[in-house]
């Protein structure tokens, strides 16, 4: 069976999604020269008209991208580093997330944010760091982390496909990340808001977002022989598929989740409070994140302490299977 990477599936998503839709195109800085490698080739195969090099002035073409859905059009927007959606922030969700609302839902505003490297990687910088993903979901943006390549595909197409705005976080972590795939059974669309269980158990249920999933997945058969954890991907951050968190945790009645991102008014932090409130318990919920602070570029050792690790979510697990019944 072949073999896809993540980042040649969003490559495909692209390309598939443009050859059945004419009224998809992609925008951005540098995207006929493919650096980020998610365009590759689809300048020569879909031409300028459709690919289209941007000036470097995010707010100018994340507005110009609202227009062009207003007008009836499906854009992709890529930005290469996470700071480049916070100079957008306003753009996003305060102008083209609130249009279909604001005209009583005459208008639609079906735009892509493709952000293809998310979060840490090892002399990156400290300003191209960072995983900004529940800003969004904060903002009620539709937002998506996939943690494989045949999720990106299938939930790139969904988001393409989507009339509302999407933002498309891929971490940067999971691009060199391969899957066997049946191309015709496989590649199709996820759709928005729909959780995967990517292992099954029975003691304590790891929630884990974006690469963290290959994290949890280790974790868990490391684990093996002493507790059974069910490993729940959420694919997308919001909508959240509460309801499919709901049935996991009264199966195993502990809850852990492990997140990249900061951890005061974080994603974890909303998903540990929702449990309590709502999800029948029997120990306390624990949180595995980055400590609050940014990522520094420069010292690189301090930086990659800063990331979750295995052996912090190894620690978590087992405090909660310590505590309560």
């Known amino acids: 069976m072949p073999k896809i990477s993540y980042i040649k599936a969003v490559n495909r998503a692209l390309g598939d999604e443009m050859a059945r839709d004419p009224d998809v195109f992609l925008l951005g800085e540098d995207v006929n020269h493919a650096l980020t490698n998610t365009t590759h080739g689809l300048l020569e195969r879909f031409g300028p008209d459709r690919i289209v090099e941007t000036p470097l002035s995010e707010q100018g073409f994340t507005n110009f991208a609202t227009g062009a859905a207003m007008a009836g059009m499906r854009p992709v927007v890529e930005f290469q580093i996470p700071f480049l959606l916070l100079l957008v922030f306003e753009q996003i969700t305060n102008q083209a997330a609130k249009f279909a609302q604001m005209s009583g839902g005459q208008v639609s505003v079906p735009v892509t944010y493709l952000l293809p490297s998310a979060g840490w990687r090892r002399e990156w910088g400290g300003q191209h760091s960072d995983q900004p993903y529940g800003l969004f979901a904060h903002m009620g943006v539709k937002t998506v982390v996939p943690a494989t390549p045949t999720d990106a595909y299938g939930l790139l197409l969904s988001a393409i496909r989507d009339d509302d705005p999407v933002v498309f976080f891929g971490p940067i972590a999971a691009l060199g990340v391969r899957e066997d795939v049946d191309y015709a059974a496989d590649l199709r669309p996820v759709p928005l808001g729909e959780a995967r269980i990517h292992r099954e158990g029975t003691d304590v249920t790891v929630v884990a977002i974006g690469h963290l999933v290959h994290d949890a997945l280790a974790v868990a058969e490391d684990l093996a022989g002493e507790v059974s954890v069910e490993v729940f991907d959420p694919r997308t951050v919001f909508p959240f598929d509460w309801a499919a968190l709901a049935a996991s945790v009264a199966k195993t009645g502990r809850l852990v989740v492990v997140d990249d991102a900061n951890r005061t008014c974080g994603l974890a932090g909303e998903i540990l409070a929702t449990a309590a409130e709502e999800m029948a318990l029997v120990a306390p919920p624990v949180r595995v994140t980055r400590p609050d602070g940014a990522v520094l570029g420069a010292l690189p050792q301090l930086d ?16 909660v299977l310590k505590s309560g019944g």
């Open 304 to 319: 990659l302490a800063m990331q979750p690790s295995r052996e912090q979510l190894a620690v978590a697990v087992q405090k």
